[in-house]
C-alpha cells in the first residue's frame, strides 16, 4: 500500500502568490516525520520543511509552513510569495523508525512558477 | 565541504561494463542509503546500511552490488546493467534509531547513469 500519496503531478503559480502543494500519508505509528523535500533540475534533494507526529503547532520555515492535520492524515506544504526560483520537483516524505530510520517517499509534485 | 558528497556525477557505461558509485558523508551519521531516481517515478530505496550492517534491500536485482566498510562510505558496485538502469542514483543519510526519526536525509547530488 502506497505510504505517502502525492496527487497533483504538476502545479503553475503565479510569481509573489501563495501555492499549497497537497501530501497525504498512511501509517498505524504513533510516531513518525513528515519532510518535504525540494529538487531543482540539477538533482540535489534540498530537506525544506519537518513535523513531527506529536508536534501540535505548524511548522515553519521562512516562506515554507507545513499545514499539518493529523486526523485527515495529511501534511501539506504551502509557500508563500512565490519566487522563480521555487520552480522545481518537491517531495513529501515520512519517516518511521526502529532500528533505523525508513524514509517513504510521495511522487512528487511538479511546481511552475510563472513571471 | 558538503555533508554527503557523490562520485562521479555523471557516468555512461556499456552493458558489460563493471563500475562503482562512491558515496562518503562527512555528518556523523550510522545510517547510510541507496536511492533510484527514475524519470517520473518515484524515489526507489534500494539499500540501507546501518552501522555498516545491511538492514534493507528492496529486492533490487543483483547486478547492483551495495558495499559499506564503514559508517562514513557507502559504494555502489555495477556490473552488466541493462538499460533500464539509467537513472538517478542518489546516496543519504541519517542518523540512526527510533528516537532520530525527527531527522531528515541528508541527500549527495546524484550519480546520473547512462546504460548504453
Known amino acids: 500500500a502506497q505510504k505517502i500519496t502525492q496527487t497533483q503531478p504538476g502545479m503553475f503559480v503565479q510569481e509573489k502568490e501563495a501555492v499549497t502543494l497537497d501530501c497525504t500519508y498512511d501509517t498505524s505509528d504513533q510516531s513518525y516525520g513528515l519532510f518535504w523535500y525540494k529538487q531543482p533540475s540539477s538533482g540535489e534533494m534540498i530537506f525544506l520543511i519537518y513535523?513531527?507526529?506529536?508536534?501540535?503547532q505548524n511548522a515553519t520555515e521562512g516562506r515554507y509552513s507545513l499545514n499539518f492535520q493529523k486526523a485527515r492524515k495529511s501534511a501539506n506544504l504551502v509557500i508563500s510569495a512565490s519566487q522563480l526560483g521555487d520552480s522545481a520537483m518537491y517531495f513529501c516524505?515520512?519517516?518511521?523508525?526502529?532500528?533505523?530510520?525508513?524514509?517513504?517517499f510521495g511522487s512528487g509534485t511538479k511546481l511552475n512558477v510563472k513571471p | 565541504e558538503t555533508g554527503v558528497t557523490q562520485t562521479p556525477r555523471h557516468l555512461v557505461m556499456g552493458m558489460t561494463n563493471k563500475k562503482s558509485l562512491k558515496c562518503e558523508q562527512h555528518?556523523?551519521?550510522?545510517?547510510m542509503y541507496w536511492y533510484k531516481q527514475s524519470a517520473k517515478k518515484p524515489l526507489e530505496l534500494m539499500f540501507v546500511?546501518?552501522?555498516?550492517?545491511?538492514?534493507e534491500n528492496n529486492s533490487v536485482p543483483s547486478r547492483f552490488s551495495p558495499e559499506c566498510p564503514n559508517s562514513s562510505h557507502l559504494f555502489l558496485h555495477l556490473h552488466t546493467l541493462q538499460p533500464e538502469d539509467s537513472a538517478l542514483y542518489l546516496c543519504?543519510?541519517?542518523?540512526?534509531?527510533?528516537?532520530?526519526?525527527?531527522?531528515?536525509?541528508?541527500f549527495g547530488n546524484g550519480t546520473r547513469l547512462t546504460v548504453t
Open positions: 555528518l556523523g551519521h550510522n545510517a
Open positions: 543519504a543519510s541519517s542518523p540512526n534509531g527510533e528516537s532520530n526519526y525527527n531527522s531528515p536525509l541528508h
Open positions: 513535523q513531527g507526529s506529536y508536534d501540535e
Open positions: 546500511y546501518s552501522l555498516e550492517e545491511r538492514v
Open positions: 516524505a515520512m519517516s518511521q523508525g526502529y532500528n533505523f530510520n525508513k524514509f517513504y
